[in-house]
């Protein structure tokens, strides 16, 4: 997503109100919280979902579904080592959860340790072998590792790797 500059005010709808009241809590409950955060998330605001999922991630600690949709925001925000973290706690959780399995190792690539990664998109594509983009995804951090281990081929950038995690 790319920002405007500051003092520009056509922003995306809800970003301002949201940046202008982070030292508050937002009005409603943690339900509504959520379901606002994944409105913003599906309308292309990652960084103003993850703010009020963050305050229902707080709330609701053990909420799994607050938790991934946190993750997937920021991820989407370019956050890659939180979104890890946050994958990670669903993972910890919940280690036959292929969807989190999946967003870990993308995050991991982004995050520039192919070597987890690839751990990670390769329990997500054994658990959901069908799913063609978790095959693809591990399939690039692989190659990743061979091109870093292989004289001759160079290293890759981090991130290089593929895929999106929402």
């Known amino acids: 997503m790319s920002e405007a500059p500051h003092g520009?005010?056509?922003s995306r709808p809800?970003?301002?109100q949201l940046a202008s009241s982070s030292q508050q809590a937002p009005g409603g409950d943690t339900y509504a919280w959520y379901r606002r955060g994944l409105d913003l998330l599906g309308r292309g605001s990652p960084a103003a979902a993850a703010q009020l999922l963050e305050r229902a991630?707080?709330?609701?600690?053990?909420a799994r579904s607050v938790l991934e949709a946190l993750a997937r925001a920021q991820f989407d925000a370019g956050r890659y080592a939180q979104a890890?973290?946050?994958?990670?706690q669903i993972v910890e959780a919940s280690p036959s959860d292929d969807y989190a399995h999946f967003g870990l190792g993308l995050a991991l690539a982004r995050c520039g340790d192919p070597a987890?990664?690839?751990?990670?998109?390769?329990?997500a594509a054994a658990m959901r072998p069908e799913l063609r983009h978790y095959t693809?995804?591990?399939?690039?951090?692989?190659?990743?590792?061979?091109?870093?281990t292989e004289p001759g081929l160079g290293q890759s950038a981090p991130g290089t790797e593929g895929g999106e995690p929402g």
């Open 8 to 10: 520009d005010h056509d």
């Open 14 to 16: 809800g970003e301002d």
């Open 57 to 62: 991630a707080e709330a609701e600690p053990g």
């Open 84 to 88: 890890a973290d946050s994958f990670r």
């Open 116 to 123: 987890a990664a690839a751990e990670h998109l390769a329990l």
């Open 136 to 148: 693809e995804a591990l399939r690039g951090v692989r190659a990743t590792l061979r091109a870093r």
